[in-house]
């Protein structure tokens, strides 16, 4: 039953409501109701009906959280809930196809999944923050999807991650492949200047091929270490 859970809850992505909309207002509460109706019903396959209030909390908080490393013991004290629940609640959200998470690159992969993750939304709309954070959250929705196709259809090892340093250094994203890094990604919204961080990464990192992808570009244009890219322009050229 479960099974059938998740296959509908993907195909309700499909329904063209959203997009034949007259106005935002009426997207915006189709959205709102399907949300509702997936922690309402099909969280229900997964686990008691006692915890889906927390289940729809949880869901709510990480909406405003897109982008940030996750600290489920920071959720859990808001919540009054332990972090090995939450992380459960996690796994639930992930496998009815409301979030996915994206976890650190480190040549260590144990050490990789014990730091904190960050969470986005399949479907970017459900995003709370401003334009640069849905751009953000739509740009990790395109690589996850270019690194499944990578991995079902051409059965190469391939990773999306993201890179953060003790000091707080971060580049958004971090492409790999049989678990060394191949792209170093970062987003912008409208700034064309190259990331110093993005900078520091590319001459750290050579092997990673690195891009800024900018979503207001006049047009795109390459330097010495890095690619400063059209967002319509690199994700065209990503497969699938």
Same mark, same amino acid.
């Given at each position: 039953?479960? @099974?059938?859970?998740? #296959?509908?809850?993907?195909?309700?992505?499909?329904?063209?409501?959203? #997009?034949?909309?007259?106005?935002?207002?009426?997207? /915006?509460?189709?959205? @709102?109701?399907?949300?509702?109706?997936?922690?309402?019903?099909?969280?229900?396959?997964?686990?008691?009906?006692?915890?889906?209030?927390?289940?729809?909390?949880?869901?709510?908080?990480?909406?405003?959280?897109?982008?940030? *490393?996750?600290?489920?013991?920071?959720?859990?004290?808001?919540?009054?809930?332990? $972090?090995?629940?939450?992380?459960? !609640? +996690?796994?639930?959200?992930?496998?009815? !196809?409301?979030?996915?998470?994206?976890? *650190?690159?480190?040549?260590?992969?144990?050490?990789?999944?014990?730091?904190?993750? &960050?969470? !986005?939304?399949?479907?970017? =709309?459900?995003?709370? =923050?401003?334009?640069?954070?849905?751009? /953000?959250?739509?740009?990790?929705?395109? +690589?996850?999807?270019?690194?499944?196709?990578?991995?079902?259809?051409?059965?190469?090892?391939?990773?999306?991650?993201?890179?953060?340093?003790?000091?707080?250094?971060?580049?958004?994203?971090?492409?790999?492949?049989?678990?060394?890094?191949?792209?170093?990604?970062?987003?912008?919204?409208?700034? $064309? &200047?190259?990331?110093?961080?993005?900078?520091?990464?590319?001459?750290?990192? $050579?092997?990673?091929?690195?891009?800024?992808?900018?979503?207001?570009? *006049?047009?795109?244009?390459? +330097?010495?270490?890095?690619?400063?890219?059209?967002?319509?322009?690199?994700?065209? =050229?990503?497969?699938?």
């Amino acid at each position: 039953m479960w @099974r059938s859970r998740i #296959c509908l809850s993907v195909a309700a992505f499909l329904n063209p409501e959203p #997009c034949l909309a007259n106005d935002n207002e009426q997207a /915006e509460r189709w959205r @709102r109701q399907y949300f509702d109706g997936l922690v309402r019903n099909d969280v229900l396959e997964f686990s008691r009906i006692q915890e889906v209030n927390a289940i729809r909390l949880f869901a709510e908080l990480l909406r405003s959280r897109v982008g940030s *490393p996750l600290s489920l013991a920071s959720i859990g004290r808001d919540l009054g809930v332990s $972090p090995v629940t939450l992380k459960k !609640y +996690l796994d639930i959200l992930e496998a009815l !196809y409301i979030v996915f998470v994206v976890r *650190p690159f480190h040549d260590n992969i144990a050490r990789a999944v014990l730091q904190a993750p &960050k969470v !986005y939304f399949y479907d970017t =709309g459900l995003e709370v =923050g401003d334009d640069g954070l849905r751009f /953000e959250n739509l740009l990790a929705t395109a +690589l996850h999807k270019h690194v499944q196709w990578q991995h079902d259809v051409q059965g190469q090892e391939t990773g999306l991650h993201y890179i953060r340093t003790k000091d707080g250094a971060e580049v958004d994203f971090a492409l790999s492949l049989k678990g060394q890094l191949t792209h170093l990604v970062e987003c912008k919204l409208s700034d $064309p &200047k190259p990331h110093r961080v993005l900078l520091r990464f590319a001459r750290e990192q $050579p092997q990673g091929q690195a891009v800024q992808v900018v979503r207001h570009l *006049p047009h795109s244009h390459a +330097l010495v270490d890095i690619h400063i890219a059209r967002a319509d322009e690199f994700l065209n =050229g990503l497969a699938a």
